[in-house]
């Protein structure tokens, strides 16, 4: 990597069971077969403190009000941005499976007031591309393990799709949004495109803030 050139903070977004996990994987080992230094990471990072707090809370073990849990999710990301943040400068691109957005979809879909739960996150860095993948409620309801976790209910991820559905036109100009019903490999072919034009892009840009 020549001196200067930064990665890119790529994130995976979209509500539970949209393939997020499968993209960042093919997206990882396509970056990584062309030797592009690339890391994966997502969010909750349930291994810290406040990690293993929020995956309580997430399997149901743990009981927390709307606006705690909101704030852990936020500074789960806090807590590792100083560490994000020099990867990058490094010349690593990150491939982030979820981040801001799932934390003020899921918070707003609750009920909270939606710009309450954007201001914990303003401060952060600020993604090159984010990626939605969005598919109906019911598509996503049918895939596996549907219904294990506290928020796997086709009502509430309808109200979490709205939300991001608000950010997504909000935030055109770095939003990205995929057709999730599709076979993973089209997905990927499309995600594949759009960061390879992405990366030459951004590595001369400063990094951002939200
Ligand atoms: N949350 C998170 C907040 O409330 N606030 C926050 O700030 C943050 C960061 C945990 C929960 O936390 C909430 C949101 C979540 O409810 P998580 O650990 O990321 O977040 O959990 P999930 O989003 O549920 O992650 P999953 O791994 O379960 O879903 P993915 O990653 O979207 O989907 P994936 O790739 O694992 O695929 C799910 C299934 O679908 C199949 C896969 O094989 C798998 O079986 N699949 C496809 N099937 C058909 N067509 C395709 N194109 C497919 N792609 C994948
Ligand atoms: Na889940």
């Not at 979809?105 to 969005?134: H, N």
């Not at 939300?163 to 599709?182: G, L, M, N, P, T």
Request: proline letters at 4%; charged letters at 25%.
């Amino acid at each position: 990597m020549s001196a200067g050139k930064r990665g890119a903070l790529i994130i995976f977004e979209g509500c539970d069971r949209s393939g997020k996990t499968t993209q960042s994987r093919l997206l990882v080992e396509l970056l990584k077969s062309k030797d592009v230094p690339v890391q994966a990471m997502n969010f909750p990072e349930r291994s810290s403190n406040i990690g293993q707090v929020i995956n309580s809370y997430l399997t149901n073990s743990k009981d927390l009000s709307d606006e705690v849990i909101h704030l852990m999710f936020s500074a789960n990301r806090w807590e590792h941005m100083n560490q994000l943040k020099q990867k990058l400068l490094e010349g690593k691109t990150l491939i982030v499976d979820r981040y801001s957005y799932s934390g003020v979809a899921y918070s707003a879909a609750k009920g909270l007031d939606f710009d309450w739960c954007y201001a914990p996150e303003r401060g952060l860095l600020k993604p090159d591309a984010v990626f939605y993948l969005r598919a109906p409620a019911s598509d996503l309801a049918s895939r596996g393990q549907y219904g294990e976790e506290r928020y796997e209910k086709a009502e509430f991820q309808e109200r979490v799709a709205k939300v991001f559905d608000r950010i997504c036109s909000k935030e055109a100009s770095y939003w990205h949004q995929f057709d999730a019903s599709q076979p993973a490999e089209d997905l990927h072919a499309q995600i594949a495109s759009i960061t390879d034009e992405l990366l030459p892009k951004v590595a001369t840009q400063p990094l951002d803030k939200l």
